[in-house]
């Protein structure tokens, strides 16, 4: 007696296969037999709470909105110190001639605030007071019109 040439792999994948036409037919043959709902019965609304409901909602409770009231995004914030004066002293904590940057330390908020030698009005050296401008780059705060004060 020779042995059949199909193997047991593939004898389940062709089970496989069989069952999954076999369950596609009959949710077509479901279908077809099962129009489906009218398109009333298919219309769902939404109440004033976010759910579903069947029930159209009440015009009399429709609230008006107009459309000046609506504010897309963030209105910017500034605060009436930077409107006033927005030069600042402070003193430098570091700064390499030869590489051609430094940081200055602001005397009111205390934050060390980056200072390239593009930004200098004067020469400067540690420990020197000076005045100056925040400036905001990609990088964060930098410091600009750098002048020394005496």
């Known amino acids: 007696m020779a042995k059949s040439q199909?193997?047991?792999?593939?004898?389940?994948?062709?089970?496989k296969k069989n069952k999954k036409k076999k369950e596609k037919a009959e949710r077509r043959e479901e279908?077809?037999?099962?129009?489906?709902?009218?398109?009333?019965?298919?219309?769902?609304?939404v109440d004033e709470d976010g759910n579903f409901t069947s029930?159209?909602?009440d015009p009399a409770r429709k609230a008006s909105i107009s459309q000046e009231s609506i504010q897309i995004g963030v209105s910017k914030q500034t605060s009436p110190k930077e409107i006033?004066?927005?030069t600042r002293k402070g003193k430098?904590?570091?700064f390499n001639e030869?590489?051609?940057?430094?940081?200055?330390?602001?005397?009111?908020?205390?934050?060390?605030?980056?200072?390239?030698?593009?930004?200098?009005?004067?020469?400067?050296?540690?420990?020197?007071?000076?005045?100056?401008?925040?400036?905001?780059t990609p990088k964060g705060k930098?410091?600009?019109?750098?002048?020394?004060?005496?």
Do not use: C, W
């Not at 199909?6 to 089970?15: D, G, L, R, S, V």
């Not at 279908?31 to 609304?45: D, Q, T, V, W």
């Open 92 to 94: 430098v904590t570091f």
């Open 98 to 136: 030869s590489k051609g940057y430094g940081f200055i330390k602001d005397l009111d908020s205390q934050e060390s605030i980056f200072v390239h030698i593009k930004g200098l009005k004067d020469k400067i050296k540690e420990n020197d007071k000076v005045s100056f401008q925040i400036e905001m």
């Open 55 to 57: 029930v159209p909602p």
């Open 31 to 45: 279908r077809k037999s099962n129009k489906g709902l009218s398109f009333e019965e298919m219309i769902a609304y």
């Open 84 to 86: 006033a004066d927005p």
């Open 142 to 150: 930098s410091a600009v019109g750098v002048t020394l004060v005496r």
């Open 6 to 15: 199909a193997t047991f792999n593939k004898e389940e994948n062709e089970k």
